[in-house]
């Protein structure tokens, strides 16, 4: 367990990583006329530029060397890249196609997610608040899966992809910074590839709508770099059920957004759903923040215990007896 600091950062990196994310729709709607694939791919391209002007910025290189001697670690940061690509990916196709409170659910579905990987790959233990919280997840999207007459798959790849994000990033334990870039510098000739060939059968539209698309794939790099490297630097930090508790905000940015400038339906069936997510959540939250008010309690009981166990074992001055030829001192107070 890290730290009161530590834990204290962590928790700072996790609120700007997921204030940022949950505001992403809005730019990515500006791209809404460009293909979802052509924003990944400058998406993808451009993070690298962003990521090595931190790089040389924080003069931090002395990682790079190391982690290239370590093949399973390269594995590991090679599948990140892969599953937040097809993350990154489905999520644009779901801004720019009228999804985002789909998208949204999938955000709100992810906590839970995270919180059942916990159990079954790292062993964490859960509290009784904890699984009927995940069950009522579950209930959920049962309920949405009858109102809809089809699995909410979008929802259920975004959470599925995110947390296995998560729980890689848990494994390679890079730091926000230096993990963002490792995954940027596999993504960047796959991406770069893709743009060439759409440049070559004219279907590119980097250069050919003007100045402010341009600048908008362009700058797409540092809306990708900035909340991934705070979301890096919380992962390693935090525990992932704390990870999936932060995960809140960014859904409940995107479900206003959804609702008040893109206007999207909100039938009874969604509803439904969604209300049994967010009382999952509000279980979460209730349970969490009950076993932080124990904790500390505990956390104080302790410390006195312990202050008092040394005053006791501490030697005691002794007093002059009558034979010593010295008059006994008075107890001061």
């Given amino acids: 367990m890290g730290t009161q600091g530590t834990q204290k950062a962590g928790l700072s990196y996790g609120f700007a ?78 801004v720019n196609s009228g999804r985002v409170i789909e998208a949204s659910l999938g955000y709100f579905i992810n906590p839970l997610v995270s919180i059942a990987f916990g159990v079954l790959l790292l062993r964490e233990r859960l509290r009784v608040a904890q699984w009927v919280a995940v069950g009522v997840g579950v209930l959920a999207v049962v309920v949405m899966t009858f109102a809809y007459g089809k699995l ?61 698309h341009t600048l908008l794939l362009v700058l797409s790099g540092a809306a990708t770099a900035l909340p991934l490297i705070f979301f890096g630097a919380a992962a390693v930090r935090l525990p992932l059920s704390t990870i999936g508790l932060l995960q809140y905000m960014a859904p409940a940015f995107m479900f206003v957004l959804g ?16 209300a049994l997510v967010w009382a999952a959540l509000v279980l979460l939250t209730w349970d969490a923040l009950r076993t932080a008010r124990r904790g500390r309690a505990a956390l104080r009981a302790a410390a006195a215990e312990a202050a008092a166990v040394q005053e006791s074992s501490a030697p005691q001055a002794q007093a002059p007896g009558p034979d010593s030829g010295q008059p006994s001192a008075a107890p001061t107070r």
């Fill in 17 to 94: 990583a997921y204030g940022m994310w949950g505001l992403l729709p809005l730019y990515w709607h500006l791209l809404q006329d460009t293909g979802a694939s052509e924003v990944l791919a400058n998406r993808m391209v451009w993070s690298l530029p962003t990521a090595l002007l931190i790089l040389a910025l924080l003069r931090r290189w002395s990682w790079i060397r190391p982690l290239l001697r370590e093949p399973k670690k390269l594995a590991l940061i090679l599948l990140a890249a892969c599953v937040i690509s097809a993350n990154w990916g489905l999520y644009i196709w779901s």
């Fill in 152 to 212: 909410p798959w979008v929802s259920l790849t975004l959470a599925f992809s995110f947390a296995t994000y998560g729980l890689v990033k848990k494994k390679v334990k890079l730091d926000g910074v230096e993990g963002f870039s490792a995954e940027t510098m596999m993504q960047f000739l796959p991406a770069l590839g893709f743009l060439i060939y759409l440049g070559a059968r004219g279907e590119s539209t980097l250069t050919t709508d003007g100045a402010a």
């Fill in 259 to 274: 609702i008040t400038v893109f206007h999207e339906e909100m039938p009874p069936e969604r509803w439904a759903g969604f």
